[in-house]
C-alpha cells in the first residue's frame, strides 16, 4: 500500500474536531514511504491534507471536476493536478491511481465515494483494501446501520468482509496491509442462488 486513495470531508466546519487525525495520517504516510490521492479541494479536511502533504513532504496528487475547479477550490499548492471533466471519470482515475482506499469523516460525497468503492470490491471489479478510520467514533451509526440491515436480512453479512475499520491509525493500517479479498464475488454467489430455483 503505496498509493492510498483518501475520501474526506470539504467542509470547514470538519477541520477543528478531525484535524489531528489527518495530521497524524500524514505523520504515518512520512514515516512509510506512502503517497496520497484525494479529490483536489484546497477547503476542509481535503485542505488540511493537502497543506500537510506539502509541509510534510509527503507526495499528494489531486483529481479535481472541471466544475469545481471553475468555483476556485481547486489546491494551488498541489503540483500534481488532474482536472477531470466530471464527477465519474475524476473518482475512476482516483481509484485506478490508488492501490488502497481510507474513509476520514465526510459528509455525502465521502459516503458516495466509500459505497461506491465498497460496492466494486464486493462485485471484484477490484480487490484492493478499504479502510474506515473511525475517528472519534464518526461512522458509529453508520456501522450501526449495516449491522441492522444484516440482521434484517436485508444486506449480505459478508459486506463487512469487504471493508475494514478502526478508530486507531496503527490498528486500521495493520487491518488493511492483513486484508484479503473474499474468493466468490457476490456476482457468483447470487448466479448460484438462481441456478438452484
Not at 99 to 120: H, K, M, Y
Amino acid at each position: 500500500m503505496k498509493n492510498i486513495c483518501v475520501f474526506c470531508a470539504s467542509g470547514k466546519e470538519f477541520i477543528t474536531p478531525f484535524q489531528d487525525g489527518v495530521i497524524d495520517l500524514v505523520r504515518y504516510a512520512k514515516a512509510n514511504n506512502i503517497s496520497f490521492i484525494y479529490g483536489g479541494a484546497k477547503v476542509g479536511l481535503m485542505g488540511l491534507l493537502a497543506d500537510s502533504c506539502i509541509s510534510g513532504g509527503v507526495p499528494i496528487t489531486g483529481i479535481i471536476t472541471e466544475q469545481i475547479a471553475q468555483f476556485e477550490l481547486q489546491h494551488d499548492g498541489v503540483i500534481s493536478m488532474h482536472i477531470s471533466a466530471n464527477m465519474h471519470t475524476r473518482k475512476k482515475h482516483m481509484y485506478d491511481l490508488s492501490d488502497a482506499f481510507i474513509v476520514l469523516p465526510g459528509s455525502i460525497g465521502t459516503l458516495d465515494e466509500f459505497f461506491e468503492i465498497l460496492c466494486w470490491s464486493k462485485l471484484h471489479i477490484h480487490q484492493k483494501p478499504i479502510g474506515v478510520l473511525n475517528l472519534k467514533n464518526y461512522y458509529d451509526t453508520l456501522l450501526q446501520f449495516i449491522h441492522e440491515k444484516i440482521d434484517q436480512q436485508l444486506m449480505d453479512a459478508d459486506i463487512l468482509d469487504y471493508f475494514v475499520q478502526s478508530s486507531s491509525l496503527d490498528d486500521l493500517m495493520i487491518l488493511m496491509q492483513d486484508w484479503k479479498c473474499p474468493k466468490s464475488s457476490n456476482l457468483e454467489k447470487e448466479s448460484k442462488k438462481y441456478d438452484k430455483n
